[in-house]
């Protein structure tokens, strides 16, 4: 018995089934004592290992996201700021933006919310088994930028656009000039059907740069802005 369940235990430990490993002594001894069939005890063994996974799955890609901080939308004092649509948020938090191919412009002055709301969509995306990145608008021309002039531009773009939500906070925080908005547009473009973004801005469209690059409304996308920000 010891040698076959040894065996059990590094067969196990090759098909990387971490979770059933760690819990299934205890998990067959409380199997026995419920008296449970072969496929209801295999069945309880499988739900755990997934969830394990699906747990793990939600770190990495949490982690990958490189989100500011962990708060969720639980977390959001809507009462701080009664002006915000709360039913709003809530379909927002249905992802079906995502589905859609739509983005999302959240408006408003400093204070009120915007990046918290932002990271509660990114942190709902995640959870749902949905690839999130977060970036501020400088930190993200800079970094494009840079790559453009290192003949790096193409790869850096994938950063960008490979996950199905991209975040970027504090649009018009800086005004950007020709170039950085030039490569700003392409990365919009470049985005166009492939994935949804989620912009934070304390100024209007008109303000967020001096440049003369194409607004939002025009560059193919369908934005949707939540006015109740504003």
């Known amino acids: 018995m010891n040698i076959a369940y040894e065996s059990l235990i590094s067969n196990l430990e090759k098909l990387e089934l971490n979770r059933i490993k760690e819990i299934l002594s205890s998990i067959s001894e409380d199997a026995s004592k419920k008296d449970l069939s072969y496929s209801e005890f295999l069945a309880l063994l499988v739900d755990e290992e997934i969830s394990a996974r699906k747990e793990r799955s939600?770190?990495?890609?949490?982690?990958?996201?490189g989100l500011p901080y962990v708060k969720t939308i639980e977390d959001f004092d809507f009462s701080f700021q009664p002006s915000i649509d709360k039913k709003r948020i809530k379909e927002l938090l249905t992802l079906r933006f995502i589905a859609n191919g739509e983005n999302i412009v959240l408006l408003g002055p400093p204070g009120v919310g915007k990046t918290h709301l932002a990271v509660s969509?990114?942190?709902?995306?995640?959870?749902?088994?949905q690839r999130v990145y977060f970036t501020t608008a400088t930190a993200m021309i800079a970094s494009l930028l840079k790559s453009y002039q290192e003949n790096r531009f193409e790869h850096r773009l994938k950063q960008y656009t490979i996950p199905a939500v991209l975040i970027i906070?504090?649009?018009g925080y800086l005004p950007l000039d020709r170039s950085g908005a030039n490569l700003f547009f392409q990365l919009i473009s470049k985005r166009y059907e492939r994935g949804s973004i989620i912009l934070t801005s304390n100024k209007s469209y008109a303000e967020w740069g001096e440049a003369e690059a194409p607004k939002p409304e025009t560059s193919g996308h369908h934005m949707r802005t939540c006015p109740n920000l504003i």
Do not use: N, P, Q
């Open 58 to 65: 939600i770190v990495v890609r949490t982690k990958f996201a």
């Open 169 to 171: 906070d504090e649009v």
């Open 121 to 129: 969509l990114g942190l709902k995306a995640i959870t749902a088994g």
